[in-house]
């Protein structure tokens, strides 16, 4: 538990945090990591729902899947960075929002690989900006796949309203196509940050 006050009444009250997140041991965590509710609370005064930004570690162990979430800029810890290098076969990643350790989850659980995603989104944001250049710097954020063509589904907010765009799995395909070709744009090892700004280290 910690102390929040409303974003709207100020009022504080006490809130829960789960600063670890294994969803082995605790598997309707994971619903809640996906749908964003273990990051909301209601206000008991107002209704207000607030969002929780803290830190926490999420593991999938069954998917060999750690996201560490740190909002705050830091970096994590060396000592818990070095004891878990070792293991074989595991995904790393380091997230500052809520909505992009969401996105981590639901790509790991979709079978997508994120560096390939962030190459689909630069290529879906250069081609809307043809028509809209706005489209060009909006946090374009991937939500699930569905149909029988494993369509993705994002999500681009533009001009203030949220809008949900069905992207052809052909521009996956050419993505991981372009990683193919170009072995330099990789990860860090550990725990990687694996977003927009990594990419643009690549790809100007």
């Not at 809520?98 to 560096?115: C, F, I, P, S, Y």
């Amino acid at each position: 538990m910690a102390p929040a006050n409303c974003s709207n009444c100020h009022r504080p009250t006490e809130v829960s945090l789960h600063e670890s997140i294994n969803v082995a041991l605790d598997p309707e965590l994971k619903a809640r990591v996906k749908d964003g509710s273990l990051f909301v609370w209601e206000c008991p005064y107002c209704g207000t729902r607030n969002l929780l930004r803290y830190q926490t570690l999420y593991h999938d162990p069954d998917a060999k899947l750690m996201v560490w979430l740190l909002p705050g800029g830091q970096e994590p810890p060396q000592a818990v960075a070095d004891a878990v290098k070792d293991l074989e076969g595991y995904t790393f990643r380091l997230v500052r929002e809520v909505g992009d350790l969401v996105e981590k989850v639901n790509l790991h659980d979709a079978g997508l690989e994120d560096t390939v995603m962030e190459v689909c989104k630069w290529v879906t944001r250069h081609e809307l900006a043809q028509k809209n250049p706005e489209a060009l710097d909006a946090p374009l954020r991937f939500l699930r796949m569905e149909g029988a063509d494993n369509e993705l589904v994002m999500a681009l907010p533009l001009k203030g309203q949220m809008q949900v765009l069905n992207i052809g799995f052909h521009v996956y395909e050419d993505a991981r196509g372009i990683l193919s070709r170009n072995p330099s744009i990789h990860p860090a090892p550990g725990f990687a940050t694996v977003d927009a700004a990594w990419l643009s280290k690549f790809i100007g």
